[in-house]
């Protein structure tokens, strides 16, 4: 008889523990289910993410490129205003050097000029007041960068 109530006993521990098994692998059921689900939402927003981020990468490319031809066309700026510089330093030079050779030869004039030897100190003077006045304004001018009107009212009208 004890052996019946033991062997009801292992039966009963047994169809419980099958129980137990049986609950414990629904639950593990329904996470995986929900573990599926949400793997799918992840999936599809992946989706969508990756269709935004195809649909950002045309622009992005247009914009690139305009940007890389807006530095090419700032660098052929760049060059042309060099080169400008450039033009403007040989003019300088130039002006120097002519200045240079008139001084010299009015000197040689003067020097050599017997009669017109005072006239020519003089107008020598005066041209030297004269550009003395001239370096003077351009060095104004460059200080304040503006025009020789300084009210935009000022000066001659240039759409007639």
């Known amino acids: 008889m004890i ?6 006993a292992f039966v009963a521990a047994f169809v419980m523990l099958v129980g137990g098994v049986l609950l414990w692998l629904r639950a593990a059921d329904r996470k995986l289910a929900r573990l599926m689900e949400s793997a799918e939402a992840l999936q599809q927003s992946t989706g969508e993410m990756t269709a935004q ?7 992005a490319a247009d914009t690139i490129r305009t940007v890389q031809r807006q530095l090419e066309g700032t660098a052929r700026l760049f060059d042309a205003a060099r080169s400008i510089g450039e033009s403007a330093e040989q003019v300088s030079a130039t002006v120097n050097r002519l200045s240079a050779a008139l001084s010299e030869h ?10 017109y030897r005072k006239q020519i100190a003089e107008a020598l003077d005066i041209a030297e007041v004269g550009y003395a006045a001239w370096q003077f304004w ?16 000022e000066g001659h009208d240039t759409t007639e």
Do not use: F, M
């Open 138 to 153: 351009q060095s104004k001018r460059k200080e304040t960068r503006s025009s020789a009107c300084s009210k935009y009212d």
């Open 3 to 8: 052996t019946i109530w033991l062997q009801a």
């Open 53 to 59: 981020v195809c649909s950002l990468v045309g622009p």
């Open 106 to 115: 009015a000197i040689n004039h003067t020097e050599h000029g017997g009669k």
